[in-house]
């Protein structure tokens, strides 16, 4: 067993119950399908983990399955709080997103969320200065943002950080940049001391179909951002096509060039600096 503290920090869980958590899939995600697919519940998922020797995960509300309604998510919290811990997706073209950040957070446990654009929210809020506002209040609850954008926002990223201040944003999936192609829209973000960015399954697996090495696609991040500012995520199990324990398999090859504290700070340590709770 390795010595290595490895989190998760993109997952999702779908319960297998769907009176009491009915599917509310957003028409636009409603053909992603993987939660009718492959649905894996809070204790499928500890059992993933534990394939995995994976110690704990972030459970990241899929709106692709249940839009806003974050219920599920963070009732699964419960089944084991020493190594789950939640992220909310909130409606951010709403007038009560603070209000819905502060339940969330406060009534339901969950100490992060999620701002996601995809599709674009109306009215546009994603850098708008009224956004101060709700990262102030992220600030005051100990809540930890990331950001789930597509690839024609990530210049907007750096005006979003300035606007968080001091508060540490995770891109989620390095904003759907093409790591195989053009990143000098994300390269351009180096500079950008709170931005930390997930790299997933998602951006790793198509380096292997594309006959290229996952390995270098991360080396290269850690030349650019620093590997203290990478951490890994499955997106399990929307990402599926291979057994979870084969997914880590693959995180952990991608940073095995690296030394062993930077594989360590890769593979756990810049989730345990954002969600301390996890650590065992």
């Known amino acids: 067993m390795s010595t290595v503290t ?7 869980v779908v319960s297998h119950d769907r009176v009491a958590y009915p599917m509310q899939p957003p028409p636009d995600l409603a053909r992603m399908g993987w939660f009718d697919e492959h649905p894996v519940d809070a204790v499928g998922l500890l059992e993933a983990l534990d394939s995995g020797g994976v110690h704990g995960a972030v459970l990241v509300q899929a709106k692709g399955a249940y839009a806003y309604d974050n219920a599920y998510a963070a009732d699964a919290l419960g089944i084991d709080p020493a190594r789950l811990v939640g992220a909310s997706i909130i409606d951010m073209g709403s007038d009560d997103r603070v209000a819905q950040l502060e339940y969330w957070t406060t009534q339901r446990g969950m100490r992060g969320t999620r701002l996601f654009n995809i599709p674009p929210v109306m009215p546009r809020w994603l850098d708008d200065p009224s956004m101060a506002a709700v990262f102030d209040r992220c600030r005051d609850l100990g809540v930890r943002v990331a950001l789930c954008i597509v690839a024609d926002d990530v210049p907007r990223v750096r005006a979003v950080c300035d606007l968080a201040g001091d508060l540490p944003i995770a891109l989620d999936h390095c904003g759907f940049i093409d790591l195989l192609g053009d990143t000098s829209a994300l390269d351009a973000l180096a500079d950008v001391e709170n931005l930390r960015l997930k790299i997933t399954t998602t951006l790793l697996e198509p380096a292997l179909h594309a006959g290229r090495d996952p390995r270098e696609v991360l080396e290269r991040l850690c030349e650019v951002f620093g590997v203290e500012r990478l ?8 990402h599926h096509s291979e057994p979870y324990a084969e997914i880590v398999a693959l995180g952990r090859y991608s940073c095995s060039r690296l030394s062993v504290s930077e594989q360590a700070r890769f593979l756990g340590g810049t989730a345990l600096e954002l969600w301390p709770e996890l650590a065992p």
């Open 6 to 12: 490895i989190i998760d920090t993109h997952t999702h």
């Open 231 to 238: 951490m890994w995520g499955s997106d399990f199990p929307q």
